[in-house]
């Protein structure tokens, strides 16, 4: 039983570029949220998704937006990149309701140039 | 708003000795509350959970119990090995698909040596 798998793994962009990040649920999960750990830090609330629609939102600006698909896989999108944007970038799924633990991916490491 | 508080600064013990990492929140409901592990290079993974005051959770030796009275949510660990060395995160959490973020403190560094 696959868990929570994100992709890339490592990406590096530059300041002012876009880029999107993936994740796909483990089996069974139909909400997925996505968190921003920074260095020596805990991990923020960017948002959450369930049903393909956003369904709590952090204290993110807009140029962080995201997506979730019919297969409950969810894509996470950044623009404009600032140097502040360099994080671990953790997804985490778990069924919607109750006290249910999230179960959470390795995360993609993302390095802004 | 809603947060959690860790104790600062790193832990380093020697192997078999008692851990213990503090944990307090602030909360304006009944949170469920979670101590979450995070090894070097890796995701979070959760180590225990505990849904209402005075209830007990409890994981490959690690224990910890929802004090409403104190706010608290203290993580505790009677002899740690090597391989316990991790940061340790608090976390609370409200049921319900509407209240479905998790908030962490900002983490703990356990290192055991031999």
């Known amino acids: 039983d696959a868990g929570v798998t994100q992709s890339p793994t490592h990406l590096i962009k530059t300041r002012g570029q876009q880029v999107t990040l993936r994740c796909s649920p483990k089996?069974?999960?139909?909400?997925v949220s996505w968190y921003q750990q920074a260095l020596g830090q805990g991990p923020q609330f960017i948002f959450q998704y369930y049903e393909e629609e956003e369904r709590q939102r952090g204290n993110f600006p807009d140029r962080f937006s995201g997506h979730q698909f019919p297969n409950y896989s969810s894509e996470l999108n950044v623009n404009a990149l600032l140097l502040g944007d360099s994080a671990l970038y953790l997804c985490?799924?778990?069924?919607?309701?109750?006290?249910?633990?999230?179960?959470f991916g390795d995360g993609t490491r993302l390095s802004i140039l | 708003g809603d947060s959690v508080t860790q104790m600062e600064g790193p832990v380093t013990l020697s192997e078999e000795a008692f851990l213990t990492i503090n944990c307090t929140y602030t909360?304006?409901?009944?949170?469920?509350l979670f101590w979450y592990v995070q090894y070097p290079g890796e995701g979070l993974q959760l180590l225990l959970k505990?849904?209402?005051?005075?209830d007990k959770g409890s994981n490959k030796g690690f224990e910890a119990t929802y004090r409403k009275e104190t706010t608290s949510f203290h993580l505790e660990k009677g002899s740690v090995q090597v391989s316990d060395s991790a940061v340790y995160f608090c976390?609370?959490?409200?049921?319900?698909?509407?209240?479905?973020?998790?908030?962490f403190g900002q983490g703990t560094i356990l290192t055991v040596h031999p």
């Open positions: 909360a304006t409901g009944y949170p469920s």
């Open positions: 976390a609370l959490r409200y049921g319900g698909t509407s209240y479905g973020k998790l908030t």
């Open positions: 505990a849904t209402k005051a005075d």
């Open positions: 985490a799924s778990s069924l919607a309701g109750g006290s249910q633990p999230q179960h």
């Open positions: 089996s069974g999960h139909d909400t």
